[in-house]
Every structure is written in structure tokens, then in C-alpha cells.
């Protein structure tokens, strides 16, 4: 199956810092979707972006479908950005299932 | 809209009991996934439905049943609980194959 790999597995910022998290996927894939799960546990949907760049605020991601990997770029982070990202792709052949990755956790101090 | 909402949000079992976990989504979406959360694991997949009626396996479907019996809702039970299906479950929704999903707040389970 689809491996997805997630890193780095944790980064510390300081406020207002920007930030880049990658996620490499091993075969190609119909999409791929970043989600936020917060320190209350969480998931939201941040983008979905099987191809291109998408801009959403402070949050951006980049998908490379091609090269088989995916950005997303936080500027001027803030403390609210801190928890866990994780990207997920769906390969097309998996009944709607997505694969996740082990995401990053973030923690953006004051 | 409530989104994807699930009930409980908390439970303490003991082993060798039984429970039903409630998700329900008002999106009218089709398709509806079960997961669990356990540190170090990520997020896998237990079940998911294609649709009011059907079921079907995931990654890690053993000791877990679901059913589907109506679009909006999709339980997932446990017949006989044991310590290791301690976990976060967290259910989710998508409107078609491989779209955005939305997930609701999590079920905290502690299997003694």
C-alpha cells in the first residue's frame, strides 16, 4: 500500500516564526488533504490539494503530484497554530479510505 | 449544521463488556468512516460505508462491527471489549469517494 511519511516529527517556534512541514508519499495519488488536530483533540480539514498551491490566511500548501510530495507553509505563526498536523492521501483504489501519515507536532511559544 | 457530531465523548469499560459508539452527520454525505487514534499509530481506519445499507473492512476491522442502517448515522459496536481497543475513535464523513472528509470531536474509550 501507500506509504506516507510526515516530517519533521516535532518542531518548537517562537511566535511569528514561519514554518514549513513536508509529506512524502510513496505511489501516485488522486488527492491529498491536510488536517490540524488541536490540543483538544480536534480534526479539521485545512485543505484539500491533490495538484497545485492553495492560500487559506496564513496557511499555504504546495502539492507536487509528480515528485510525490506536499508542503505546507505557516507564516507568522501564532500560538493557536500550535497541535498536531497531518497530511492524508487517497490512492484511488482503497474505497474512499485515507492514509494517513504520523504527522508533525508543532508548538509555537509566546 | 452540526457537522459531524458523536456520542458519548467519554466511557470507561470493562473488559468483556459491550458498547455502541453513535456518529451522526447531517451533510447528507454517503460516505462515513470509523477510525482509531492510538499515540505513535496515527489514525487508522476500522470500517467505513459507501452508503446507507453497506459496510466494509479497514485496516483494522477485528473486534469492531458497524452498521449503517441509515444514511445520516453509523454506529460502531463492540462485542466484548478488551484492554487493547483503548484508543481515541474518531468518525468522519465525506460527500463522495476520496473527497474532503469532516470529522467529529472523538470518543475517548478506557478499557479496563
Known amino acids: 500500500g501507500i506509504q506516507v511519511e510526515q516530517s519533521p516529527p516535532d518542531l518548537i517556534l517562537q511566535e511569528g516564526a514561519n514554518s514549513t512541514l513536508r509529506c512524502n508519499f510513496s505511489d501516485s495519488v488522486n488527492n491529498l488533504q491536510w488536517f490540524h488536530q488541536n490540543p483538544w483533540g480536534q480534526l479539521i480539514n485545512l485543505f484539500y490539494i491533490p495538484s497545485g498551491t492553495k492560500q487559506n490566511g496564513r496557511l499555504s500548501a504546495t502539492t507536487v503530484a509528480t515528485e510525490r510530495y506536499s508542503l505546507l507553509y505557516i507564516s507568522s505563526s501564532q500560538t493557536t497554530d500550535s497541535g498536531v498536523y497531518f497530511c492524508?492521501?487517497?490512492?484511488?483504489?482503497?474505497?474512499?479510505?485515507?492514509?494517513f501519515g504520523q504527522g508533525t507536532e508543532l508548538s509555537v511559544k509566546p | 449544521n452540526a457537522g459531524v457530531t458523536q456520542t458519548p465523548k467519554f466511557r470507561v469499560l470493562k473488559t468483556g463488556q459491550s458498547m455502541t459508539l453513535l456518529c451522526a452527520q447531517d451533510m447528507n454525505h454517503e460516505y462515513m468512516y470509523w477510525y482509531r487514534q492510538d499515540p505513535g499509530m496515527g489514525l487508522r481506519l476500522i470500517h467505513y460505508s459507501v452508503g446507507e445499507g453497506t459496510t466494509a473492512k479497514g485496516e483494522v476491522p477485528d473486534g469492531y462491527n458497524v452498521s449503517r442502517l441509515k444514511k445520516q448515522n453509523f454506529l460502531l459496536g463492540l462485542e466484548s471489549a478488551a484492554p487493547s481497543q483503548t484508543s481515541v475513535y474518531f468518525c468522519?464523513?465525506?460527500?463522495?469517494?476520496?473527497?474532503?472528509?469532516?470529522f467529529g470531536p472523538g470518543t475517548r474509550l478506557l478499557v479496563l
Open positions: 492524508a492521501v487517497y490512492g484511488g483504489n482503497q474505497g474512499g479510505k485515507l492514509i
Open positions: 468522519a464523513s465525506s460527500r463522495d469517494r476520496g473527497g474532503t472528509q469532516y
